[in-house]
């Protein structure tokens, strides 16, 4: 049901994704470029692995796009049915002082870190941000794939600059741009997506070292467990131990858990 509803909703914008990086693929080897001079060639072993690259890079979007980003499902006071993830938080949380509170608009006990996001109309655990580009949230269980994602469009986006810039041979005349002006705008395209996607690359690998996310950074002074407690960032665990835990963890974390050490350690 809900794979249908976010299918629905964000249709368009996958479809103009999926549209883009398959016509910038068409136009490189249309013109000629180092991958249409290998292709003619008979070398194929590089225009392959771009190709392959690329369809990598799709296929990761709609992983990304698609999967649950950690939506809380499950209300433990009102709800006897738990899967196995929530029983092992619960036994590992033991007893604690951290009180969870209620959302105001799906009225499910939020976990520590979870916010109720306005567009999917859902509470996200360790909610980091609203995608519009995914059509998604970004949440505990998606957001090592969003990075790995963003890895893998920034090199096929680097790649593809250095071919687009293969074949653009510049002559100051009319004609030349009206041959090459779907190589150009694909140029420019490529351009603007490489300073975005290395941005938010950067960005979200320092937000991985640290443990923390868009919403905490950019929000602590309104969100009520950072502002009441007196270490900086109760979830920091150290750089190594932090990345390890983001991108090898295979289940749901008991973030109240790490906070409530961290404040007795900061006492």
Known sequence: MRLGVLWGTGCLV??????????ITVVLFLHPTD?????????????LLFVSLVLCSVVLYFVVSLMDPGYVEQDGDEKDAVNEEQK????????????????GYCFLKQPMRAKHCQSCQHCVRRYDHHCPWIENCVGER???????YLAVQLLVLLWAWQVAWSGLSFEPSWAWVQRNILLLLSFLVIVTFTVVVTLLLVSHLYLASCNTTTWEFMSRHR????RQCEAENP?????????????CACRLVSWE???T???GNAV
């Open 14 to 23: 996958r479809a103009a994704h999926t549209g883009l990086s398959w016509g």
């Open 35 to 47: 991958l249409r001079k290998l292709e003619e060639q008979g070398e194929l072993l590089q225009p």
């Open 88 to 103: 092992v938080m619960i036994l590992q949380q033991g007893p604690s002082t951290v009180r969870l509170r209620r959302c």
């Open 142 to 148: 998606n957001h090592p794939l969003f990075i790995v």
């Open 223 to 226: 969100i009520s467990y950072l």
């Open 235 to 247: 979830f920091d665990q150290g750089v190594f131990r932090n990345l390890w835990k983001f991108f």
């Open 257 to 259: 858990n790490l906070y």
């Open 261 to 263: 050490r961290a404040e």
